[in-house]
């Protein structure tokens, strides 16, 4: 079994930042792809960045020039860094991985974490 826990969200103003960390744990020994989606409300759920072992990255155009993905394996953590933040932006921001290949050499497809608010308000 693996876990994905995401933190950092919160409200910010219009062209703040916040930085989301995403945390694996478990008996994890290589985890393929990680990324980031967000749903608002109403909204269906979209893909914001991702990150490949390695880090061969895809952002969403919405998230160029502003967003930055980055992981660290040693710590079996993915982040997003957001600047510029936009009332749009405001989301409840998942973590996902494709495939994690664990300690038994076992693979487990298609986990997500429980989420994190971001909120981007005046």
């Known amino acids: 079994q693996v876990q994905l826990v995401e933190s950092g969200g919160g409200l910010v103003q219009p062209g703040g930042s916040l930085l989301l960390s995403c945390a694996a744990s478990?008996?994890?020994?290589?985890?393929?792809?990680m990324a980031w989606y967000r749903q608002a409300p109403g909204k269906p759920r979209e893909l914001v960045a991702n990150?490949?072992?390695?880090?061969?990255?895809n952002y969403a155009d919405s998230a160029k020039g502003r967003f930055t993905i980055s992981r660290d394996d040693a710590k079996r953590t993915v982040y997003l860094q957001m600047h510029s933040l936009k009332p749009e932006d405001t989301a409840v921001y998942y973590c996902?991985?494709?495939?994690?290949?664990?300690?038994?050499?076992?693979?487990?497809?298609?986990?997500w974490g429980q989420g994190t608010q971001v909120t981007v308000s005046v």
């Open positions: 478990g008996r994890i020994f290589q985890i393929n792809i």
């Open positions: 996902h991985t494709d495939r994690i290949l664990t300690g038994d050499g076992l693979t487990i497809d298609d986990s």
């Open positions: 990150i490949d072992y390695d880090d061969n990255i």
